[in-house]
């Protein structure tokens, strides 16, 4: 049972460039969610996921996308990455009590 | 906006004293949670509070929530150095949002 997954740990995008980040859980559980957190700073809502094949937007959805078309995946994408998208993103799943990640490290030249 | 608001910013409390940290947050809620962070990790679950539930206990821990002034608070009793970190309160309902953090240091 690997709980929540990150996939990659680090990344380093030059502006204007894409990318996806994966969160892969094994829980079976239905609520999942993107938060970015910068730094000495909480966790902000990015999207979420209350089931396979929606998504809904959190507090700060601008400049992300996200599909859930796999109930265990749940897929952030920077379509055109900015300076202003470098955070620490942390993905979790939700039954009960939410479930986080170790966490993907995204720094934007 | 961010649901949960953490009061204070910061904490610095000897080894052996209690830490209360305040939260209070905006819309109707189905639960709130407490998490834990160490720095630049992962956040670690503390305690789930129903928001039927007025007051639970887990360990050293104890967690108030008061629906009619939406606000909560977790305290800490027996303070430990281990426990210098960041604790975030969680609410909502099926969009659970952090506030800023409180951060505690416990000096031994």
């Known amino acids: 049972n690997a709980g929540v997954t990150q996939t990659p740990k680090f990344r380093v995008l030059k502006t204007g460039q894409s990318m996806t980040l994966l969160c892969a859980q094994d829980?079976?559980?239905?609520?999942m969610y993107w938060y970015r957190q910068d730094p000495g700073m909480g966790l902000r809502l990015i999207h979420y996921?209350?089931?396979?094949?929606?998504?809904a937007k959190g507090e700060v959805p601008d400049g992300y996308n996200v599909s859930r078309l796999k109930k265990q995946n749940f897929l952030l994408g920077l379509e055109s990455a900015a300076p202003s998208q470098t955070s620490v993103y942390f993905c979790a799943s939700m039954k009960g009590t939410q479930y986080f990640g170790p966490g993907t490290r995204l720094t934007v030249l | 906006s961010q649901q949960g608001e953490e009061d204070p910013q910061a904490l610095s409390i000897q080894e052996g004293e209690n830490a209360t940290m305040n939260c209070s947050y905006k819309?109707?809620?189905?639960?709130l949670q407490w998490y834990r962070q160490n720095s630049g990790r992962g956040l670690v679950h503390l305690i789930l509070i129903r928001s039927n539930e007025r007051e639970k206990h887990s360990g050293r821990l104890r967690v108030t929530l008061d629906t009619s002034k939406k606000s909560s608070s977790l305290l800490i009793t027996a303070s430990r150095a281990a426990d210098t970190a960041s604790y975030f309160c969680a609410a909502g309902n099926n969009d659970m949002r952090f506030g800023a953090g409180t951060r505690l240091t416990v000096k031994p």
């Open positions: 829980m079976n559980h239905e609520y």
């Open positions: 996921s209350v089931g396979e094949g929606t998504t």
């Open positions: 819309t109707s809620i189905n639960n």
